[in-house]
């Protein structure tokens, strides 16, 4: 990969990041209200992630688009007997998600607004997707 491909993502990077913080969904606050069922901004933004990505998911079936190096995307069908790991591993990152009241994505974005004890919770993940890495090939899938 060339350097200035690494730029064009960094730069995507931090576009998003600004975007998050913008629409205050790296807020711990707006984080705390959504799971006290106290506002609706954050299940607004989700809702309409999930509308964008339904459309998105259309129209890559309909019109068999490809990826940056003219790959046909092929997206397969969801394995029904996987429900219970969906769940566990859901129910996992959720209750990571309102302990620290932050997602990955928005981990980041929170470093870069200047909360450096966000360092913290990136390691950890960084951390234990390493050990998952390590322990895959023994775990049942």
């Known amino acids: 990969m060339k350097l200035t491909e690494y730029l064009k993502y ?3 990077g931090i576009g998003f990041g600004f975007v998050l913080v913008k629409s205050e969904v790296v807020s711990w606050f707006r984080i705390q209200e959504m799971f006290r069922f106290d506002s609706i901004h954050m299940y607004g933004i989700i809702g309409l992630a999930v509308i964008v990505g339904m459309i998105s998911v259309q129209l890559i079936k309909r019109y068999n688009m490809t990826d940056v190096n003219g790959n046909l995307i092929s997206i397969p069908a969801k394995d029904s007997s996987q429900v219970t790991r ?28 200047g909360l450096t004890v966000m360092i913290v919770p990136i390691a950890a993940a960084l951390l234990g997707t390493y050990v998952y890495g390590v322990l895959r090939p023994k775990l049942p899938h």
């Open 86 to 113: 969906y769940m566990v591993g859901g129910s996992i990152f959720g209750l990571g998600w309102a302990l620290l009241g932050a997602c990955p994505g928005p981990m980041f974005a929170l470093l870069g607004s």
């Open 10 to 12: 960094l730069s995507i």
